[in-house]
């Protein structure tokens, strides 16, 4: 995924933030959000979970999902 991320924080700009996060060294997060695969992709508007998908999508793919509540 982190090259599919770095594309799309090329496309996006400061329009969205990306923020990786281990689950490994952080279990507590993944068992709040019920992350149970890898990759999980989760969208927040503030503080609000928006969509999320639990497999390698593409980076327009991504884009289209945040476009929809930006």
Known sequence: MAPILADLKAKMGDTARIIKIDIDKN????????VQSVPTLI?????????RQSRVITAAQIKKAIDQFV
């Open 27 to 34: 279990p507590q997060l993944a068992t709040s959000y019920q």
């Open 43 to 51: 969208l927040f508007k503030g503080s609000s979970l928006m969509w």
